[in-house]
């Protein structure tokens, strides 16, 4: 197996960390935001969420990637556009099938050659 040494330090770090505090989130959140304020450097906000799938939407989500996996297709990307307020899945094993999920809970294969 593959082996990269720099994902390596990174989880012997993490480990060493939430070992220091007996695996105790909160005071391992706490910690974290202690030294963001003792480092000076300036901190940025993002700006607010563009918007979230409906329910409707997030349901049919759940359907659509179940019948992906129940047959046993791999998906590659899941995307949510807060512009078009379409949810995009990219499955299958070539990569071959294209789904928009809409506001409404309906769905349809993408089959635009654009």
């Not at 910690?31 to 049919?60: I, M, N």
């Not at 078009?84 to 070539?94: D, E, P, Q, R, W």
């Amino acid at each position: 197996m593959w082996q990269d040494e720099i994902l390596d330090e990174i989880h012997k770090f993490r480990e060493e960390h939430a070992k220091s505090f007996n695996y105790d989130l909160d005071a391992m959140f706490l910690d974290w935001q202690k030294k963001q304020a003792e480092s000076g450097r300036q901190l940025v906000s993002l700006p607010p969420k563009q918007g979230l799938p409906t329910a409707e939407q997030a349901f049919a989500c759940v359907r659509v990637c179940q019948m992906l996996s129940n047959g046993y297709q791999p998906i590659h990307v899941f995307r949510y556009n807060p512009n078009t307020k379409t949810v995009f899945i990219l499955a299958g094993v070539t990569e071959s099938w294209e789904i928009l999920v809409f506001s409404s809970g309906k769905w349809r294969f993408n089959d635009d050659q654009t």
